[in-house]
Structure formats: C-alpha cells, structure tokens
C-alpha cells in the first residue's frame, strides 16, 4: 500500500513539474500500440462441393466412402431409373424407322416427278387422238397415287428429328444418373446410401476441393487501413518447421463481432473484418480446420 502510494505522488509531481512531458508520453504509447506486424490467428478452410443429379433416381452404388481421396473425373456414385434403359431402346428404334422414312422421300419425289410429266405428255397425245381415253386415265392414276405417297412420306424429315431429339433426350438422362468427382478433392460426407431415392438437386455427397485451401481470419477494424488486397503474409502451424507464404484475396466488405471464442473479455465487443488468405501447399501439411497464426505485416 505504501509503494502504491509512493507512486501516485510521483505522478502528480510529474504533471505538475513537467506538463510538456505528457503529450509527447501518450505520442510515443499511440505508436506502440499499433505494431508494424500483426500476428492473429486463423483457420485452415477447404471449399465444399454438394454432388447432386439433375433428375430424380434410386441410388444403385456408391463408390466412394468418406474420407477417400477422388480425381477429376473418377465416378462416385450410380444411380438408376426403373425403365429407363427399355425407353432409350425404344426411341432409338423409332429414330432409325424415321430416318429409313427420310431416305424414301428422295425416291417419292422423283417418282412423282416422273409421273406428273408422263401425264402432261399424256394429256398433248390426248387431245392428238394418238392415246385413248383409259390409258390417259391409267397414267392420270399413277401420278395421283405418286403425289400421295410423296405427301405421305413428306413429314418423314421432322419425324427424324423429333426421334433423334427424343433420343438425346433419354441419354442425357442417363448420363445424370452416373455422378463423377467435378474437381479434385476428398470425400467429405455421404448424404445418401445405396437403395436410397435421390430428388432433383439432392446432394448425394459433399466433396471438400483440397487443391484450393485458404486460411480465415479476423483483422480488427484499426488495422483495417493497413491492409491491402495482394499482400503477402507468413503463415505459422504446430508441428510445421518453417512457414507458408500466403496472399490477401478477400477483405469482408461489412463488420462483424468478434468470435468469442477466440479473444479476450474486453476484445468481443470490438468490430473485426474477416479476411481470406490463399496459399499453395503441394504436400498437403495444412488440412481442414489446423488452427494457424498469420503474421501480417502493415502497411505504414
């Protein structure tokens, strides 16, 4: 108590003998509260994919189990539609029967176009007395019987199409049943499981992107000015010998409160700005959620 004392009598002379001491003292504390490296701490984050199918279907395999590590392109999961694979059959049939059609349509054309003349040659020998009556109505029969059979035939051309169409339909329906690894990655969670239905737009599995790791932070919103988009800042880890170089990508354009769980008493009701950090680990030492310390540097 007595040295308590002591010291606050030592203040009041101070001030009293040395006012000009004062605003150079709370200078030179302003400038080392703000240090020229800030160290805060972050969390090793992975972007997640949900796999999901375009069409509805009961789950037949799943190839991959959680934790299992995909390439791109390598199949996940199999779905299947009772059906399916007797209607694709049956609209490729009705394509081929419609393009066999199309091929009859140049054959009717010059067969009516052969029949027409012959009837107009016809009709001059006619009116000549050169051919008799029945016979020109025998021709006048056989160009109204090739003109029916082009008109007939006519619509072969649009029924292809529409058969072709309904043929790619039908398989890009079952392509969606087959779901692949979009990117590489790491099987994170299994939604489903085999014999399961599966809805439109349903994930089936989650698949967490490793190739593109970044750290999340939280800057205070005093050191906000000193940070610029494309700085680079080590990255610290337990049980890592050395450090990792990452660069700034995303500042978070709106104030937050600071994650309780993270500073102290007096520091939750401050304003903090979350912040992205990218950075390239080959090796793969950095996995999902490994606790890691940024050490910033500022800029003046």
């Not at 160009?143 to 072709?164: D, H, M």
């Not at 599966?198 to 089936?204: D, E, F, K, Q, S």
Request: net charge positive.
């Amino acid at each position: 108590m007595r040295d308590v004392r002591k010291k606050r009598i030592y203040d009041f002379s101070l001030r009293i003998l040395h006012p000009t001491i004062l605003p150079y003292a709370f200078a030179v504390a302003a400038c080392q509260s703000i240090p020229d490296t800030l160290q805060i701490a972050g969390t090793v984050e992975i972007r997640e994919l949900r796999i999901a199918s375009l069409t509805t279907g009961r789950v037949a395999r799943l190839l991959k189990d959680e934790g299992d590590t995909v390439r791109r392109g390598d199949t996940i999961a199999i779905l299947e539609q009772p059906g399916l694979v007797a209607q694709l059959e049956q609209r490729r049939a009705q394509a081929q029967a419609a393009q066999r059609r199309t091929a009859e349509v140049l054959a009717a054309v010059a067969d009516s176009t052969r029949a027409a003349n012959d009837l107009a040659r016809a009709a001059r020998l006619r009116d000549q007395g050169i051919m008799s009556p029945q016979q020109y109505d025998n021709l006048a029969a056989v160009a109204a019987a090739a003109a029916a059979r082009l008109q007939a035939v006519r619509a072969a051309p649009s029924e292809s199409r529409a058969a072709a169409a309904g043929v790619a339909v039908t398989e890009a329906i079952q392509d969606e049943l087959v779901l692949t690894a979009p990117v590489d990655g790491i099987v994170l969670t299994r939604f489903l499981g085999a014999g399961e239905a599966a809805g439109i737009g349903a994930p089936i599995v989650s698949l967490g992107v490793t190739g593109e790791p970044w750290v999340r932070a939280y800057v205070g919103e005093r050191f906000l000015a000193r940070l610029h988009l494309g700085q680079t800042m080590a990255i610290h880890a337990d049980g890592i010998r050395g450090t990792i170089d990452g660069r700034l990508i995303e500042i978070a354009p709106r104030a937050e409160f600071t994650p309780r769980a993270a500073l102290t008493e007096r520091e939750r009701a401050d304003l903090v700005f979350a912040i992205k950090v990218r950075f390239d680990d080959p090796a793969g030492r950095l996995k999902a959620g490994l606790p890691v310390t940024l050490e910033v540097p500022l800029a003046p």
